[in-house]
Structures are given as C-alpha cells and as structure tokens.
C-alpha cells in the first residue's frame, strides 16, 4: 500500500510493519498535508504491536512534512493504541537534528539511528587509522586483481559503482587502467572519503565521483550502473544479504555484480605452516566476535547463487611469496597483527597469553615472507554475477 | 540569472559566493521551484566542505525553508535576489525581497521574537497546533531551521525603504557530525 507523488513514496511493508519514506517529502499545499495525514491514519488504525517509521531513503523533508509527521504521531499519542519507532540516518543529515523532535509529541515515539554502531567493528573500520592498511592491501592485490576484472567483464565505457570503496584507491586505479565513462565509491567512513577525494584530486581524475553513503540503504536509483563492485567488505556486516540486495537495485539488468571477500581458511605458510595456521583460525573466531566473517570467499557462489544471478563466475585471486613483493606483503601482515593484536585485542579485552598466540603466528607468517625460501599466501575469492534481465 | 562573485568582491572574508535573481512569480505560480532552486544551490555550494553530503543536505533543507517563506511573503511582480557567501566561520545568505503591505509588521515582530531564540515549548506546540491564516508566510519553517540547525535570521537595513534584506547565518560547527 503506497502513497505516491511526483517527489516522494511512503510505501508500508506489512512484513515489518514499517512505512518507508523515500524523496524529497515537501508539501506545500494543504490537500497534500492532508493526504499525507490520511495515509499514515488508516495504516496506523490496521496494525497492531510496533509501527516503525523508517527515514533511510528520504533525502529531504520541510516544515510543512515535518508537521504532517507531528499531527500524526499527536494522533497517535490519542489513540495510544501502538508504539512508534522512528528510524534515522547520519548519512542524511536533517533526520538526526529534525526527527527527535517527534519525541517531544510524545515520549513513548522510539527514536533510533540505523547507523550508528550498525556493524560491530565499525569504530575501527572506520578510522583515519585503518586508511594505511587499505592502501597497503591494495598495493600488493591490483596488479592481480586487474586482470581478474578483465576477466568478470569490466570494461572502457562502462557506468562503475564501488560500493564501501574505503579509502577510493581501487576506483582510481579502474578509472586509470579501464576509463570508465562514469565511476562513483561510496563509503560509511567520512575519513575514508574525505581521503578519496583528496586522492582523487592528486590523481587529476575527472570523471570519478565520492560519497558518503549506507551499503544498506544506498541513495542511488535503480538500474543505473553496468558494473557494481563490492570489494573485501562483505565480511564484515552480520547481514552481508543487505548489502547485495542494494548492490542487484542499483545494476542494470544484464549488469554485473562483483565482490570479492577473503577466507582465512586459504591462508597458508612454511615454514612454522602449524603457528600460522593458529594463528589465521584464531583470528577468524575473533572476528566472528566482532561481527565479521573472515572466512566468507567460499560462501560468495552461494550468495549469489540465492540472489537469483545468472552467469556466475568464480576465481582465487591467490596472492603469495612468488607473485607478490616481498617488502608490499610484509606491510600487508604488518598491518594486520597491528590490527588484530592491538586493537581487536583490546577491543575484545582478550589476555596476554591468547595476544601472544595470536602474534606468534603472524611473526611467522613475517619470518616466512621475509626469509628468501619461506612461502606464504593471502587467498581471495572472486565472484561476479550477471542481473538478469527481466 | 546567477553570477559567481570572484571572492573578496563584495565582502573582505568571503571564500566563495554566488548571486542569483529571479521574478518572485516564478516561484508563486510553480512551489516545486523553491526546492529545485534549494537542491541546485546547496550542490553548488557544498564543494566547499569537507563533510559534503552532509553540508549539501543542511544547505538545502535551511534554504528551501527561507524560499518558502519569501515566497509568502513577497507581492507579486517583484524580484528576489539571492546572495550566498562562505565565510571563514560560516555560511551566510542574504535575500534582498519585498514584503506584502499586510505582512510587513506581522514580519518584522516574527524576526524580533526570533533574534532572541527559539525556545522548545512554542516551537513543539506549532508542531501541533493550527498555524495562523491571516498572516501566514512559513513560520514554522524559520524557527524550525533556527531551533534544529541553530540558524541566525535577521533583518538588515537596506537603501531602499520597501525592501527586506533578510539574512541567514549558519556557523560552520552546525556542518559538522
């Protein structure tokens, strides 16, 4: 059940007993107001339990919506028959100075922020601190990584999305190696972005865009991109399902989705192969702890699979001793047992003793990359899938 | 029509700042305009911040509520001219308008009560509450910008007598998360 205009959608989700609101809601005159009004009356009357406004997708509001909403929830405070749940954003900033108001009309209106604190690590993730092991990651997997785009289907011309593109290196190096006619990266991070474009000016790219913006609940219309990537990032929300729902909106059909996540069960090395591996599977339990997966790569054909894509296509992108840096790779591992040891350490209050099993297996892993004869490998999974055209 | 003032032309601090002037019956005649005008300065302008979803989004929702209001309350077949500056501790937009006969004391007395803060209680209870019919031109909207994003609105004194200079000013703080 919708209620439509040229600018704005409220649309009620009996599932979760939701109205979404989507657009620019500015009403100016009072039969607008009214309809409004009605809309949101009769759906509150047919529920029972919780009613939860959701504000994700409306880019904009006035004074004139805003007191459509106030004479609702008034309504609602006089019937008090359900309870309210009023669901921002940070991405869209009216919503975190406007929207509390609404519990001023009355107190028992629940007034969350989606994403505030909607991935467990996103603290860390999200730090100006994580930006140098992004770019050291990236330094050691494009020259790999390019060919394996090659080979999903990326190509000159193409309209790219870079969904949670971080610090925006990767965008940059696609619109360098495969100009594209348009590339736009979207993050959560205001650091990570803020970086992005500073990079983007060092780079002198033109025809690529930053912003921030919610994996989840992206401000993007649908169809519009031939190439949608999500790169190393599905690992790490609990409901990895959302992001890829957004990431198959916003393709055209016949576009590709691509992402790519690591799997901890792929990392292996020799000499000191049992510590290493230690080490990797300790890591991935904590990660679990965290929220995130840190052996998702197997279970991307799956997902995709179930996302009803078609063409599905699958590769490793099997970093190790031989065809990477040496020195590149060391600063990749050095990056993570900074990462894993120190801040997910503390983070998870674990002991010293674990904190030291946890570090002997990367001091391995260092001693294998930096010795001429030790091996050692970072396995990835690619996996891309075509939107289906109908 | 839109000119982009070099900086420095019309105010020593100004670090960027755009003029644009349009027959007010534009906007009476077509509402929407006051939103499209809203989005295409704010898009303008928030290349200028770091935090530029968020200052785009700001930008758009204050500038559309001053529109809404000057559209209220300007006669028809007079101009608007819309001045906007980032300064070094704010954003500030200044509306040169007329103001209708009947509108014009009510206006002045709302600008008065408004430099001096707008406090919860009258603010909630607008929320709620009939808004006045007889002199209406968006009160709502100005002290809702002024009581959530901590807008300065002010009536400066101009050169010609029968024209408003309405100025809005945002500190930088209010752009930030």
């Known amino acids: 059940m919708k209620h439509t205009t040229a600018t704005y959608t409220l649309n009620y989700d009996p599932l979760d007993q939701q109205i979404n609101f989507e657009g620019m809601l500015r009403p100016v005159t009072t039969d607008e107001l009214t309809g409004i009004l009605d809309y949101l009356k009769q759906i509150h009357d ?5 009613l939860r406004l959701n504000f994700q997708r409306l880019r904009y509001i006035n004074a004139a919506g805003i007191k459509a909403l106030s004479l609702f929830i008034d309504y609602a405070r006089n019937k008090d028959a359900l309870s309210i749940k009023v669901i921002a954003s940070s991405v869209i900033a009216w919503s975190e100075r406007v929207l509390p108001n609404l519990r001023a009309v009355w107190d028992k209106v629940e007034f969350s922020i989606y994403d ?3 991935y467990k690590s996103q603290g860390i993730i999200e ?6 092991l992004l770019r050291n990651q990236t330094r050691i997997l494009w020259p790999l990584e390019k060919d394996v785009l090659k080979n999903h289907g990326l190509k000159t011309g193409m309209r790219v999305a870079d969904i949670c593109c971080g610090c925006g290196d990767v965008p940059l190096l696609i619109s360098r190696e495969f100009k594209p006619s348009y590339i736009l990266g979207v993050d959560h991070s205001e650091a990570a972005v803020a970086y992005a474009r500073t990079m983007q000016e060092d780079f ?7 912003q921030r913006g919610d994996a989840t609940t992206l401000m993007i219309n649908d169809n519009s991109f031939d190439f949608v990537l999500c790169r190393l990032s599905l690992q ?6 959302l992001i890829l729902k957004e990431l198959v909106r916003i393709a055209r059909p016949g576009g590709r989705i691509y992402v790519i996540c690591e799997d901890y069960d792929l990392i292996v090395g020799y000499p000191e192969s049992a510590s290493i591996h230690e080490t990797y599977q300790r890591a991935a339990v904590y990660g679990d702890q965290m929220g995130m997966d840190l052996r998702s790569g197997k279970k991307l054909f799956s997902m995709l699979a179930q996302a009803r894509l078609e063409e599905i296509q699958t590769d490793h992108i099997m970093l190790d001793t031989t065809n990477a840096n040496r020195e590149a790779f060391a600063q990749v591992i050095e990056s993570w047992k900074d990462f894993s040891v120190n801040t997910i350490g503390t983070d998870l209050n674990l002991d010293q003793a674990d904190q030291n099993t946890l570090l002997s297996g990367y001091e391995a892993q260092l001693r294998a990359i930096r010795s001429e ?3 050692t490998t970072w396995g990835i999974v690619a996996c891309s899938g075509r939107k289906p055209m109908a | 029509m839109q000119r982009v003032l070099p900086p420095q032309s019309d105010s020593s601090t100004a670090l960027f700042a755009i003029e644009l002037t349009f027959p007010i019956d534009e906007f009476q005649q077509d509402w929407k305009q006051c939103s499209l005008l809203a989005n295409y300065i704010a898009e303008y302008t928030a290349y200028q911040f770091d935090q530029q979803e968020r200052a785009e989004n700001i930008v758009s929702t204050i500038t559309n509520e001053l529109l809404e209001a000057i559209v209220y309350l300007a006669p028809t077949q007079s101009d608007l001219i819309i001045h906007l500056e ?15 006969e009947n509108l014009i004391a009510p206006y002045i007395k709302f600008l008065e009560e408004l430099k001096l803060g707008v406090a919860d209680e009258p603010y909630l209870n607008l929320l709620t509450s009939p ?8 009160q709502l909207g100005l002290m809702m910008i002024s009581h959530d994003f901590g807008a300065q609105i002010v009536r400066l004194p101009t050169m010609q007598p029968d024209r408003f200079c309405t100025q809005l000013f945002i500190a930088n703080e209010e752009f930030q998360a």
Not at chain 1, 46 to 50: N, P, R, T
Request: charged share 25%; aromatic share 14%; net charge negative.
């Open chain 1, 116 to 118: 505030k604190n909607f």
């Open chain 2, 86 to 100: 980032q300064l070094e501790d704010g954003l500030q937009l200044k509306t040169s308008h007329l103001v209708r």
């Open chain 2, 131 to 138: 808004e006045p019919s007889d002199h209406y031109f968006n």
């Open chain 1, 46 to 50: 047919q529920v029972e339990g919780i």
């Open chain 1, 373 to 375: 004869t030790g091996f």
């Open chain 1, 127 to 132: 730090d100006s601190e994580f930006i140098p």
């Open chain 1, 204 to 210: 002198n790219i033109h025809n690529a865009e930053f």
């Open chain 1, 236 to 241: 790490i929300f609990s409901e990895p399902g």
